[in-house]
């Protein structure tokens, strides 16, 4: 499963549809991403990712109810115990400020959000702005690169034979 497993109120019902089409000896291989954001100043990366955080884990999260992707599924309970963790790999890609503003706007929490405040729609405004002024560079949004570093945490488990 790609990167979904977070989006699923109940892991229990999913994990007994996998015991029933996995044949004994098969191998349950799910994997999620938790994404940051770099530039070339590590002071700068760090205020970045400060808010980044806040507005998409805090501010955000909230409003994604299974949003365990936080914590790398180290609280979801896989259903065999044959289980192999893999945390090496990572997905780096570049990205402008307003690239990095559309991927929130794409994520149901932001939607959850609007739907729940629908006057706060400047809220994208406002990580722009914010990511903007840490960068303090004369380029607009759209021409403001970034790199969104993705670590990859990958879970594989095997039904018993």
Avoid at 34 to 52: A, G, M, S
Avoid at 75 to 99: C, E, H, K, L, N
Wanted: proline residues 6%.
């Amino acid at each position: 499963m790609a990167s979904a497993l977070h989006f699923l109120p109940n892991h229990k019902t999913f994990f007994s549809e996998v015991d029933r089409v996995l044949k004994p000896g098969g191998c349950l291989a799910v994997y999620g991403y938790k994404p940051l954001l770099k530039c070339d100043d590590e002071d700068k990366t760090t205020e970045l990712n400060k808010i980044w955080k806040y507005y998409l884990y805090e501010k955000l999260g909230q409003y994604q109810p299974y949003l365990t992707t936080i914590n790398r599924y180290l609280d979801i309970q896989f259903p065999y115990g044959d289980i192999m963790r893999d945390d090496s790999m990572s997905m780096v890609s570049d990205m402008t400020v307003a690239d990095t503003i559309g991927y929130i706007k794409s994520t149901s929490m932001y939607r959850i959000y609007l739907d729940k405040y629908p006057d706060d729609y400047n809220i994208l405004g406002e990580v722009e702005n914010k990511l903007m002024a840490v960068l303090d560079v004369d380029t607009s949004p759209e021409k403001t690169l970034l790199k969104r570093v993705c670590p990859i945490f990958l879970i594989m488990c095997r039904k018993p034979k």
